[in-house]
């Protein structure tokens, strides 16, 4: 069974800089795509970052420019940078994978407050 382990969260000021990691149990290129959805209180889960098995990347405009997706295929590892955080990023974080046909796997989230 696939495992996806975030961590890096925590609490940060406004304008600071966070960088998720997500080790996953098998190779990442076993995967279509990887991404990084957040679920902030009341809200929907959204994505806010992929990466295709390809290497190619997409943003929501609402994080285009300030958060960065990137992977270490030899450590099975995806890192999500952000910058600029803004408290409304505050949200549980979830690093999630998909396999063809139709096998989607996600982690346990990892909390990340941003103070204004």
């Known amino acids: 069974q696939v495992q996806l382990v975030e961590s890096g969260g925590g609490l940060v000021q406004a304008g600071g800089s966070l960088r998720l990691s997500c080790v996953a149990t098998?190779?990442?290129?076993?995967?279509?795509?990887m991404n990084w959805y957040r679920q902030a209180p009341g809200k929907q889960r959204e994505l806010v970052a992929e990466?295709?098995?390809?290497?190619?990347?997409s943003y929501p405009a609402s994080v285009k420019g300030r958060f960065t997706l990137s992977r270490d295929t030899a450590k099975n590892t995806v890192y999500l940078q952000m910058n600029s955080l803004k408290p409304e990023d505050t949200a549980v974080y979830y690093c999630?994978?998909?396999?063809?046909?139709?096998?989607?796997?996600w982690g346990q989230g990892t909390q990340v407050t941003v103070s204004s």
């Open positions: 098998e190779t990442i290129f076993s995967f279509s795509t």
């Open positions: 999630n994978a998909r396999r063809p046909p139709a096998s989607i796997y």
């Open positions: 990466i295709t098995n390809y290497g190619a990347t």
